[in-house]
């Protein structure tokens, strides 16, 4: 029973992480829930995540919001707006 | 519909060439081509690296070609995106789209330019004589994209 | 700011290139390519006619020209169009127009196929199993070139 | 005292004619006036310039309408709404 969370581009390099596995809970089940869970750690990762204007989620690989549910196995992505084209 | 994620450059005319291929009833191919500049918000640039976010970006474009294939009557269309080391004066993207009316090959193609450049997955990391810095997102591409949402 | 009318093919990379040669600050360039079909109206078509006014064609593409470098921020633009004997799948135009921005170059470019397709002196003469025919003038885009006195 | 009036595309072939010299006088001051002048040689030209939806008029290569004056040595053109692009 876990999540897959990924960190791209700024998120990557703030939060020193590219990748990591997450337990999941019953105190998991919302995107909301995980960003408030992220933020809980401090430091950079309360300050990376601190305004939804500096970064976007993605679950499954398609854009989420803060009611997106979250289940084993699910590919969470955390990203800066993006800036490509 | 061709969505292309590549390390490698591209050329226009073979591009233009393969989406027309067999298909003589094309009249019109509006196109697009993004570049790379030597100066970005009054700053010089040496160097531009991409970087995307590999399972998801073909999954985004592809949606976004989909949904003007809904919109519009096309006969093709074409996106394809660089990623990696990039240096000034490098073409970045092309988005090129095939129709039998003008109207809507330019329509397409300004659409899939305004959610590419708010839903596809790239980063662009600039390097610059005071170091290298993660390029920010532009409001006037969400309000471009927003645009779309109250007319057909 | 290039206007060229000539009997010969062009090739758009080149076209692109010769545009952009020289000035690394150009971030857009938006294109529209616009072809013989093998069909039109539901005849088929196995041949076209241009015919211009040269006095006058050159004249009146320079102004459109001249138009959009006042209305929009251009870097440069380019106006191809052939005359004389075409086929099938034959390239017959090009406009292209450079700028730091997306939306203008869009909006350049298709301002000028608007006012290409109403206010330049060409015609078009089809070839068809029932016989040649001069192509008439559509109220499309009479329509099209319209919209543009309403909106900058 | 003179206008060089041009004919093009079907125009060209409905009136058999690609140019020709027309002497000015105080009639043919006008876009207008030239144009109910050559609807006065009647047959293809009263029917082909009946309409002004089926033809244009340019003056020395600059879109004219029926007010347009004209002067010595003029270039007027006449020619179906353009079809290029």
Known sequence: MALSVLYFAR????LGMAQEDIALNPKLATVAELLEYLRGRGGPWQETLASARLFRVAVNQEMADPATPLKDGDEVALFPPVTGG | MTVRIQEADFDLSQEIANLRQARPQIGAIAAFIGLVRDVNAGEAVSELTLEHYPAMTQKALEAI???VKQRWQLDDALVIHRI?????????????VASSHRGAAFQACEFIMDFLKTQAPFWKKEQTPAGAHWVEARDSDAL????????K
């Open chain 2, 84 to 96: 990696g080391r990039l240096l000034p004066t490098d073409q970045i993207v092309l988005v090129a």
């Open chain 2, 144 to 151: 471009s994209a927003a645009r779309w949402s109250d007319k």
């Open chain 1, 11 to 14: 998120l990557r390099e703030a």
């Open chain 2, 65 to 67: 070609v989909a949904e």
